[in-house]
Nanobody, 127 residues
Framework: QVHLVESGGGLVQAGASLRLSCAIS????????MGWFRQAPGKERDIVAA????????YYSDSVKGRFTFSRDPAKNMWYLQMNSLKPEDTAVYYC????????????????????WGQGTQVTVSP
């Protein structure tokens, strides 16, 4: 069973930066597609960013493109989402998720296609 734990959320002012972390542990295939999602109050959980199993294909939603960036530390099984120039509309609970068995070059953007999720970390951006 895969276990994911997000951290790094907090309360910041508009324009600030945060780096979210996703620690992956347990029994998992070492190659997996990975995604970051967010859910604002009263709204659906939406894709923020995704990366393919071969790490060569990335996707960023239009709302975060140019501001958010994936990175990872494979030795620690850690993924990071660097979030710069934060806006109040970025306020949400952020989740990481993984999915094994996908095509090598495919990013997975659909919530239902992910099998394993973390518990989420709150990001609040004040005006």
């Amino acid at each position: 069973q895969v276990h994911l734990v997000e951290s790094g959320g907090g309360l910041v002012q508009a324009g600030a930066s945060l780096r979210l972390s996703c620690a992956i542990s347990g029994r998992f295939n070492s190659t997996y597609a990975m995604g970051w999602f967010r859910q604002a109050p009263g709204k659906e959980r939406d894709i923020v960013a995704a990366i393919s199993r071969n790490r060569g294909v990335t996707y960023y939603s239009d709302s975060v493109k140019g501001r958010f960036t994936f990175s990872r530390d494979p030795a620690k099984n850690m993924w990071y989402l660097q979030m710069n120039s934060l806006k109040p509309e970025d306020t949400a609970v952020y989740y990481c998720a993984v999915r094994s068995g996908t095509p090598w070059f495919q990013v997975v953007k659909t919530l239902e296609d992910y099998h394993d999720w973390g518990q989420g970390t709150q990001v609040t951006v004040s005006p």
